[in-house]
């Protein structure tokens, strides 16, 4: 992966903007050693490291700001970082960019039942919102598998969804407001405790911007009332197919579940390795679909998705009659990477959406592609809204297979657009898949980004080589042709 | 076929100043250019970059009353941006073009059983127009009606776009799936952009099934501070309402419903109909005073406070405030003190729609009972005289905000073309 071409000077630079930095921020926030840098080289994909030029932990919104400024005004690149849980690369540090850790901002700061909303600092973990309104009944709905890690913050940059998203939406649907900091020290306060504000939507655009415009010192959260009561159905199918095509069976049915989650045989004879959990081992493909809600409405819905499942010739099917029950058929899902990290050395997580009614045909592409690359392939999809998740096995220590790994899934997310879907659905574009952005978007789509990009960041100084294959100067992306002299459509009827 | 059409720009130009001394329907009938598709929409704007014009975008024109009165040398019509593209029902995915009208989005939707959960308000009785409009007004002005508390507004549900910029570049954004963070989600920006950003053509668009049934339970309350109150308890328990509007005692009189001497809190609860039994049962046991009122009846009374039919009649500006719901009695307090105004509240308190005198001053006022109560937003939707010229109609954004306002819009359109000033002076 190519990374921009560090600036000498800056990394030549490195004692002085340490010391600098220790006027803005407490001395012990700057971490300048090679050995407390180390912590920081890499986040959730650790395949690429990288040393920062320094790291800053500010402890206030104005220490942010006084860094932004200082680093803007001195041409020093910025990588923010919440907890450093990206699947794509998003916090991958730069030899030539000071690394903006928001751990400190550790505290939430306003539970507010009246407004059914949470104002939390970014470095939160997102189980933590939950946590402190589970006693009051409530919860945050978005739940990325590393809630338990991950930042709300992070998940702000990430957009981060979950296996419930299909009912209660990404962060985005979940975010009331945010304070942010540009990189031009200035503080914004977008969105509140109020919902539909009239200006441009610049807090939709912050959400899912990947550190790219701005750094989040502040969120406001939406909580919602736990639902009574949830229960779940296991479903084994026979060949994938039936299982893709029962989905939809369901949905068309009306029934929105709380989440329908997809393994295929591979990932299902792993997981049930790992968690002994009940799951059927010789079928194809095997559905855990949950339902949320007032109790006899959950009971009635289950007997209806029974009934679907039953019709679409199931193989197996369970449902759950217990907390314990309903947890233990999560347990092989949740586990589900743990459980394929134990078959095989490596593995690579891939993170594209398909339009559901594809997943038959990418079944076969996949199967294709793993003997055309001599690879393994475990799946395990958020089935519902046509997320995929196909975990590529490799083994690092062979001199070509992370190679071959990353050119299998290149291959997997060419597919999913090709089928009319996208490259990532969850994970973010990060490095990652930064070099795939030209088999979804063209070029004019790109600089149409970018030039958004340079609405809050001229310079490029913040998170730069991340999510754009090639950076263009905000001068060069803003220079407009107009074809002086040229007849302005002349043929059109103007009524 | 008009005239302008065979003659040069700039000689048409001096023939439209003078005819418009002459009548306004003559001038409209020379500034109107309908367009079939982004490629016609480039060219168009090619002109306008080109001759530095200001372009009007419309297409039923339902909304022309939302924003600032500006002044722009022609107008795009897209209209012809029509009709359905894709519907996979099973896949909750509409694709259409944005000129489409509501009732055909309305009625694609039905035949599926399904529908635009943010749902689409109808305000052509406060707008004075003729209709909903097309779904481009709708995502363009990001309109949501009264399950916007729960289920997210327009903003929510528009998963991807094909558009052309202020630069005369064609562009798309997200995708034609609901799970999509590839990018910058431009859906989210061109959403309540008031066309000021780009004109979209196919726009794809999130669907869910209809609930089998919906009932209301109206509950008495003391005053609006008691309304939020109880809202706010019935959102703390299990039951999933999904809408949650206050009436005060002249306005549900208003909607037909006869409560002696109080405010109305109304809860909607909507799904399978076991569910929606066995909630209102629960709800009506803990709150004895409670009234349920069934299917059409409920149906009938949230199209009303969806489409601001409550306060058509009365005199005055209508405003619409956007602010945390608990803020909404003390709002209110500190505008009775000053004002004679009507209101309801939809969004649990947190969307107030008022009627107040015409012109600056209650907008203002308006606007610092919000301002010094936690903030939000106040936009004036109906103009009964000359407000417009004296107050801004969006609420004015703070100096850095509108700074970033700007750089946006010229990151999108950096010669003003679209719809300029149609937000604010100068965006």
Redesign the interface.
């Known amino acids: 992966m190519q990374m921009p071409e560090p600036d000498q000077a800056v990394i030549d630079r490195r004692e002085t903007i340490c010391r600098d930095l220790r006027e803005l921020v407490a001395a012990d926030c700057v971490i300048d050693s090679v050995e407390g840098r180390r912590a920081y080289d890499a986040d959730g994909l650790s395949a690429y490291r990288q040393l920062p030029l320094a790291v800053v932990l500010p402890e206030t919104v104005q220490q942010i700001a006084a860094v932004m400024k200082y680093c803007h005004s001195k041409g020093i690149k910025v990588v923010p970082r919440g907890s450093g849980t990206s699947l794509s690369g998003g916090a991958l540090p730069l030899a030539d960019a000071v690394l903006v850790g928001l751990g400190k901002f550790n505290r939430i700061l306003d539970v507010?039942?009246?407004?059914?909303c949470v104002v939390a600092q970014p470095g939160v973990t997102n189980l933590a919102i939950t946590h402190a309104v589970q006693a009051?009944?409530?919860y945050y709905a978005p739940d990325p598998s590393s809630q338990i890690a991950c930042s709300v913050g992070g998940n702000v940059a990430?957009?981060s969804?979950g296996v419930h998203?299909?009912k209660y939406?990404?962060t985005?649907?979940n975010l009331l407001g945010i304070e942010l900091v540009?990189i031009d020290g200035?503080i914004?306060r977008l969105g509140?405790?109020?919902?539909?504000?009239?200006?441009?939507?610049?807090?939709?655009?912050m959400?899912?911007?990947e550190g790219l415009l701005g750094i989040v010192s502040e969120v406001t959260l939406r909580i919602l009332?736990?639902?009574?009561t949830q229960r779940a159905l296991l479903v084994g199918f026979d060949d994938t197919r039936s299982a893709a095509k029962v989905v939809?069976?369901v949905?068309?049915a009306?029934?929105?579940p709380a989440g329908m989650e997809m393994m295929d045989g591979l990932a299902i004879n792993a997981a049930e390795d790992f968690a002994n959990a009940g799951y059927p081992r010789g079928a194809a493909a095997l559905l855990i679909i949950e339902l949320d809600?007032?109790e006899?409405?959950v009971n009635?819905?289950i007997d209806r998705v029974a009934k679907i499942m039953d019709s679409a010739g199931a193989s197996s099917l369970k449902i759950s009659n217990s907390e314990e029950e309903r947890n233990l058929f999560w347990a092989g899902r949740k586990s589900a990477f743990p459980a394929v990290g134990r078959i095989s050395p490596d593995y690579l997580c891939m993170d594209g959406?398909?339009?559901?009614?594809r997943l038959p045909d990418m079944m076969v592409r996949m199967a294709s592609l793993s003997q055309k690359y001599g690879l393994r392939v475990a799946n395990v999809f958020?089935a519902g809204?046509?997320?995929l998740h196909p975990l590529i096995l490799f083994d690092a220590n062979q001199p070509d297979e992370l190679q071959r790994a990353e050119d299998f899934g290149a291959d997997i997310l060419r597919a999913c657009v090709e089928m009319?879907?996208?490259?990532?659905?969850?994970?973010?574009?990060g490095v990652e898949?930064r070099d795939l952005?030209g088999i979804?978007?063209?070029e004019?789509?790109?600089?149409?980004?970018q030039?958004?990009?340079?609405?809050?960041d001229a310079d490029h100084l913040l998170n730069p080589g991340k999510?754009f294959p090639h950076l263009h100067r905000c001068a060069e992306l803003?220079r407009?042709h107009?074809?002086?002299?040229?007849?302005?459509?002349?043929?059109?009827?103007?009524? | 076929?008009?005239i302008?059409?065979?003659c040069h720009?700039l000689i048409c130009r001096a023939f439209k100043v003078f005819v418009v001394g002459f009548a306004a329907v003559i001038r409209v009938?020379?500034?109107?250019?309908?367009?079939t598709g982004l490629d016609?929409a480039a060219?168009?704007i090619?002109?306008?970059?080109?001759?530095q014009q200001h372009l009007g975008v419309q297409a039923m024109a339902t909304k022309a009353a939302l924003g600032r009165d500006a002044d722009y040398d022609?107008v795009i019509?897209v209209s012809a941006f029509s009709g359905i593209i894709d519907y996979?029902?099973?896949?909750?995915?509409l694709t259409l073009r944005a000129g489409t009208p509501m009732h055909e989005v309305e009625s694609t939707l039905a035949s599926a059983?399904q529908m635009l959960a943010f749902e689409v308000p109808d305000l052509h009785k406060i707008l004075a127009s003729q209709s909903a409009g097309t779904i481009g007004g709708v995502l363009a002005t990001?309109a949501?009606g009264p399950r916007?508390?729960t289920a997210?507004?327009a903003?929510?549900y528009l998963l991807g776009f094909d558009a052309i910029?202020g630069?005369g570049?064609?562009?798309?954004?997200g995708?034609?799936?609901?799970?999509?963070?590839?990018?910058?989600?431009?859906?989210?920006?061109i959403?309540?952009?008031y066309g000021t950003?780009a004109i979209f053509d196919e726009v794809t668009l999130k669907t869910?099934?209809?609930p089998?049934i919906n009932i209301s339970l109206l509950f008495p309350c003391d005053d609006l501070s008691a309304a939020?109150?109880r809202i706010?308890g019935i959102?703390?328990?299990?039951?999933?309402p999904n809408a949650a509007a206050i009436l005060p005692q002249a306005i549900a009189a208003k909607a037909g419903i006869d409560v002696a001497g109080a405010t109305l809190a109304i809860i909607r609860l909507e799904?399978?109909d076991?569910?929606v039994a066995?909630?209102a049962a629960h709800l009506l046991a803990a709150h004895k005073e409670g009234v349920k009122i069934d299917i059409d009846a409920s149906t009938a009374l949230w199209q009303q406070i969806r489409d601001v039919d409550l306060l058509a009649d009365a005199d005055g500006d209508i405003w619409k405030l956007?602010?945390?719901?608990?803020?909404a009695p003390a709002i209110i307090a500190t505008l009775f003190d000053q004002f004679d105004l009507q209101f309801f509240a939809d969004?649990a308190g947190?969307?107030l729609w008022l009627v107040g005198p015409s012109g600056a001053e209650f907008g203002t006022a308006t606007r610092s009972a919000l301002a010094a109560n936690?903030?939000?937003?106040a936009?004036l939707i109906r103009d009964s005289g000359n407000s417009k010229d004296v107050i801004a109609p969006?609420?004015p954004?703070p100096s850095?905000?509108y700074a970033?306002?700007k750089?946006?819009k010229?990151?999108?359109d950096?010669?003003s073309v679209l719809n300029f000033g149609r937000?604010h002076d100068g965006i």
């Not at chain 1, 107009?482 to 009524?495: A, E, S």
């Not at chain 2, 995708?175 to 920006?189: A, C, E, I, R």
């Not at chain 2, 936690?374 to 937003?377: D, L, Q, T, V």
């Open positions: 507010d039942y009246a407004n059914r009051d009944g409530f990430e957009n969804g998203c299909l939406g990404l985005t649907n540009t200035e914004l509140g405790k109020h919902l539909d504000a009239g200006d441009y939507d610049l807090m939709g655009v959400t899912g911007s009332q736990k639902p009574a939809g069976d949905i068309g009306g029934i929105i809600g007032p006899i409405e009635t819905l959406t398909i339009p559901r009614r958020h809204d046509g997320n009319g879907g996208v490259l990532t659905g969850e994970h973010g574009v898949k952005m979804q978007f063209t004019d789509d790109m600089k149409q980004q030039r958004l990009k340079c609405a809050f999510v803003g407009l107009v074809h002086k002299g040229k007849m302005p459509f002349p043929d059109l009827p103007r009524f | 076929m008009s302008r059409a065979k720009f009938s020379f500034e109107m250019i309908n367009v016609d060219a168009v090619a002109g306008a970059l080109e001759q022609e019509n996979q029902p099973d896949e909750l995915i059983n990001n949501s916007r508390l997210g507004a903003r929510d910029s630069r570049e064609r562009f798309k954004s995708g034609k799936v609901m799970k999509n963070v590839t990018g910058y989600d431009l859906s989210k920006l959403c309540g952009s950003l869910l099934p209809k089998e939020v109150v706010a959102f703390a328990s299990p039951h999933e799904g399978i076991v569910s066995d909630r956007s602010c945390a719901p608990a803020s969004w947190g969307l936690g903030n939000g937003h936009q969006l609420q954004l850095a905000h970033l306002h750089r946006v010229a990151a999108f950096p010669r937000m």
